[in-house]
């Protein structure tokens, strides 16, 4: 299981937060930030990344809409201090949890590693589940009080609020009136996932549908529907 995300460097909102099969394909990535710009309805006027492949079809679409170069900046990723603090904050606070179930599974022998089957079958069963808690710390974290602290560059305050109502000379944060992207560009995009192997996937939904399985809507029926696959693949 992958997690992807997205902040603003000026009020700390997060702009999207994601669980998929891989955080290493530029297509999904891409994916995810088209359709942050259709949410909050333009495009920022420059997106900082780390130096990953993954982020190339992101550099290229703000090139496109911005039509400069300077739309799009790569850095290093401990330069990239907003979403770095923000990452340890997660993974101290929420991530941990799951590490440790899924590390639970395999100490009892339930889930192997490296097995990419059973690694789907985890995904398959665990995803949403975890999307759904990725949703909820999102919306926890971009509705708290950030406190004032010294020396901070960015103001304190609520994200959401410092997000939609900027104080100059934050105002200007979008693209309102942009050209459409490229068809090229458009064509390359994937959409999020559970499984890695497409066809793997629709076998679980085929398992699910004739053997009476139903989707996990929590952590134990997630558990208790992933035995039950694994007996089935196996």
Not at 18 to 23: E, F, G, I, P
Not at 116 to 131: A, G, K, P, V, Y
Not at 133 to 148: K, S, Y
Request: a negative charge.
């Amino acid at each position: 299981m992958f997690e992807c995300r997205c902040i603003d460097g000026y009020s700390r909102k997060i702009i999207w937060l994601k669980a998929s099969y891989t955080n290493h394909k530029p297509e999904l990535i891409a994916s995810y930030f088209t359709d942050s710009t259709r949410e909050v309805g333009g495009y920022p006027r420059r997106v900082r990344t780390d130096k990953g492949t993954e982020n190339v079809i992101v550099a290229a679409i703000q090139a496109a809409v911005t039509g400069s170069t300077t739309g799009h900046l790569y850095g290093t990723s401990p330069g990239n201090q907003r979403i770095e603090a923000w990452w340890s904050f997660f993974r101290r606070c929420r991530s941990q949890f799951w590490i440790e179930l899924f590390e639970n599974l395999s100490e009892y022998g339930a889930f192997h590693p490296h097995v990419s089957r059973e690694i789907d079958c985890l995904r398959f069963c665990f995803m949403d589940i975890i999307q759904q808690d990725l949703d909820a710390v999102r919306r926890e974290w971009n509705t708290h009080r950030i406190r004032p602290s010294t020396g901070a560059q960015c103001p304190a305050g609520i994200p959401d609020e410092l997000y939609y109502l900027p104080q100059p000379p934050a105002v200007q944060c979008l693209l309102t009136d942009t050209p459409p992207l490229p068809v090229q560009l458009m064509e390359r995009l994937e959409q999020r996932r559970s499984c890695e192997d497409v066809d793997f996937g629709l076998y679980l939904d085929y398992l699910c549908q004739h053997q009476g399985f139903h989707m996990p809507v929590d952590v134990d029926t997630a558990t208790s529907l992933y035995f039950d696959l694994v007996k089935c693949i196996h």
